[in-house]
């Protein structure tokens, strides 16, 4: 319905039949703010809604009415296409419909004689019937300067709802995506063909114990993990597009490997050292940072654009609903009577601050915001850190069953393993007594290695958290989030 209302404004834009006015300079080729809430409401709600009974848009669109579990707070101060690129791009997963005033209410009768007692009115009704408030900053004015909408703050507060701000989609988000992407692709191509060319010096520099590939792993973690700390800023580029060299050069150096020795297993005499699985474990890490790098590009530029929606929250609120100013002194007077009355004035302003520092404002952000302080931007979730954590968490185990079993197949036609076999029940005495017990792991069988199941439990574990992670509420995955890096040690915060 709300696309449906976009296009229909365009529309009525494009016509000429939704104009600019003394109030509302607004530019018809404009496609990101278009026309005010004030004025749409003027020339094109209420002369098609006049038309049809003077019923509201949404009992037009819907005569039999619908179950509210979304309330959306706005102030008619955005631009309609402002307004719903960002309650499309924020609409929460768990709810199917929406009260939104300038929709729900019949803006061709008297409204305010429907608003004249506030926790009797349609907004107060609505409210205390969606478990969920989204919050639309505009980009005119805080919408916490208006009466009205510091009272839906205040009954969502005293109601103990999940408080939501309304983003729109990062610009030029696809463009950036692509030109990074692209950037990874062209240098992974790069090293891996120069490595994979260049055999004899490759060999070279891999044989002597490997110690290289530490250096390799640092020089794409490291970068990585400093960039998805750091805020956003130059600094934070540069060091992703350093993390995006130094990713493409991992795969390029493990992939070559991977090619010039694929087949081979080494060190089966110490128990196995590496094989074909480990090697494309090597290339799978560095192509999932490869793919990190991309979503710290992704999370850097959401963050900046939930800094800007910050921004636009505070843009002339004070900090005191106190301060809201109404077009009409009556209802300010019964709304400041109310609110003064409950005693939650403090606690209402609180949870506004919360929203606008942490982005989400619910009862659990706000008690932990109160025991350990507000962390700006704490309510989203990090993509990179989402991708690594999982990732890394699943590969461990699925890696050491495959590695497990390519070793034993490659160590059952050893002659050792042979030997070791036909020692029978006396193989582990006397293979400990002469101190090569742990040449022979692979010719154990991978059932009878107690590591083989716990690896594969916890690959499992992995599998099952995701349905759990998209299951719990939305302003806890952050939370489930971190504590999981923070399990897997990858120190992200």
């Known amino acids: 319905d709300l696309l449906q209302f976009r296009r229909l404004a365009q529309r009525y834009v494009a016509d000429g039949r939704l104009v600019a006015t003394e109030l509302d300079q607004f530019s018809a080729s404009d496609d990101t703010i278009g026309p005010c809430i004030h004025t749409v409401n003027s020339q094109l709600i209420l002369p098609i809604t006049s038309r049809a009974g003077k019923a509201s848009w949404a009992l037009m669109l819907h005569p039999e009415g619908l179950l509210c579990d979304l309330f959306i707070t706005h102030a008619w101060a955005e631009g309609v296409y402002e307004f719903v690129d960002k309650v499309i791009h924020s609409w929460p997963s768990c709810a199917n419909h929406a009260y939104c005033c300038m929709l729900s209410n019949p803006q061709g009768l008297d409204v305010g004689g429907l608003i004249g007692t506030p926790r009797e009115s349609p907004f107060a009704r609505a409210l205390f019937a969606a478990p969920c408030m989204l919050v639309v900053p505009n980009h005119t004015c805080s919408i916490y300067t208006t009466v009205w909408c510091a009272y839906e703050a205040f009954l969502a507060c005293s109601e103990s709802k999940v408080i939501l ?271 090569v017990l742990e040449a022979f792991e692979v010719c154990k069988s991978p059932l009878a290695d107690p590591d083989t199941y716990i690896n594969a439990f916890g690959a499992l574990e992995a599998l099952a958290w995701l349905p759990l992670f998209f299951s719990i509420a939305q302003d806890q995955r952050s939370f489930a989030l971190r504590v999981l890096a923070r399990v897997m040690g990858l120190g992200m915060v």
């Open 165 to 435: 701000t309304a983003s729109a989609p990062p610009p030029h988000l696809v463009r950036t995506l692509i030109r990074i992407s692209c950037f990874i692709a062209v240098a992974a191509s790069i090293a891996l063909f120069v490595f994979t060319t260049s055999r004899p010096t490759y060999l070279k520099m891999v044989q002597p114990g490997m110690e290289r590939d530490s250096f390799v792993l640092l020089g794409f973690v490291v970068p990585l993990l400093a960039g998805s700390m750091l805020r956003p800023s130059k600094l934070t580029r540069a060091i992703l597009y350093a993390n995006a060299v130094s990713s493409s050069f991992a795969f390029g150096w493990f992939a070559s490997r991977a090619i010039h020795e694929w087949g081979t297993v080494h060190g089966l005499e110490a128990g196995g050292t590496e094989n074909g699985t480990t090697r494309l474990h090597a290339v799978l890490i560095a192509l999932i940072f490869c793919v990190g790098t991309v979503l710290a590009e992704v999370d850097c530029l959401y963050l900046i654009q939930c800094r800007r929606e910050s921004r636009d929250l505070r843009r002339g609120y004070t900090g005191s609903l106190r301060d809201a100013a109404s077009t009409d002194p009556e209802d300010k007077a019964r709304i400041m009577e109310e609110l003064q009355a409950s005693g939650l004035e403090g606690d209402v302003d609180t949870a506004i601050e919360v929203l606008l520092v942490t982005g989400t404002s619910t009862p659990l952000w706000r008690a932990a915001s109160l025991r350990v302080g507000m962390i700006e931007q704490a309510s989203q979730v990090r993509l990179t850190q989402a991708a690594l954590t999982w990732a890394s968490w699943a590969s461990i185990g699925i890696v050491y069953v495959v590695g497990r079993l390519e070793f034993w197949a490659a160590g059952r036609g050893n002659s050792a393993c042979r030997h070791w076999e036909a020692k029978g029940a006396n193989r582990v005495a006397e293979a400990s007594a002469l101190g």
